[in-house]
């Protein structure tokens, strides 16, 4: 009885969380972050001013947590295409995935304004310090460990942060404003550079 209850709060909790987080992220797509304030997250949102509070420090922690959110979302939809198929290479699977992240927000330019160049963070260091996305932990484990490669364990983990860092900027650069040229062009280039750069 006590657990069962223990479940419906929690759930309650995650339902008003969710509600804030969603009703931010229109709000901020809308209006902008600067001009956006917290009274007005919350009377979208239908909750109390202090609800506000027990979830989140400030406006920049309900950012943060919701570049995190949307930023998993795509990670975790990535790693279940990957799921369904078979790849001859670490390699192979590794483009593959950044090739569906990218694809995803040549598709969703607005999402991914919002998220900025911030990808490659999210991915790279705030997975590793919350056991929410622990799955999204193993997998960035799992294609570090599988990679063939000259590189030791540690210049690898350098190296994927690059290729992220790399990935992140460009493509925003080439999906958000073109520059130095429209995905279509980039993305070829930027797959086969980074497939290089693994396969030394």
Partial sequence: MFLRKEGRRAQKKLIKENKLLDA????FIEKGITATAIDEIVKKAGVAKGTFYLYFKDKEDIL????????SEIVKKALQEVSTREFSSSVDKFLYFLEY???YLSKNRVL???LKKDFS???????????????????????????????????????VFMILELVSSLTYSSIVNDEPAPIEKVKP??????RKILEN
Avoid: H, P
């Fill in 112 to 114: 991914f304004k919002f």
């Fill in 24 to 27: 931010a992220y229109n709000l």
């Fill in 101 to 103: 992240i990218i694809d």
């Fill in 64 to 71: 943060e947590k919701l570049i995190l959110k949307k930023s």
């Fill in 189 to 194: 280039l930027l797959l086969s550079t980074i």
């Fill in 121 to 159: 963070w999210v991915f790279y260091k705030k997975i590793t310090e919350n056991e929410q996305f622990a799955e999204l932990k193993r997998a960035k484990e799992m294609f570090l460990k599988n990679f063939n490669t000259n590189y030791t364990q540690e210049e690898l983990e350098i190296v």
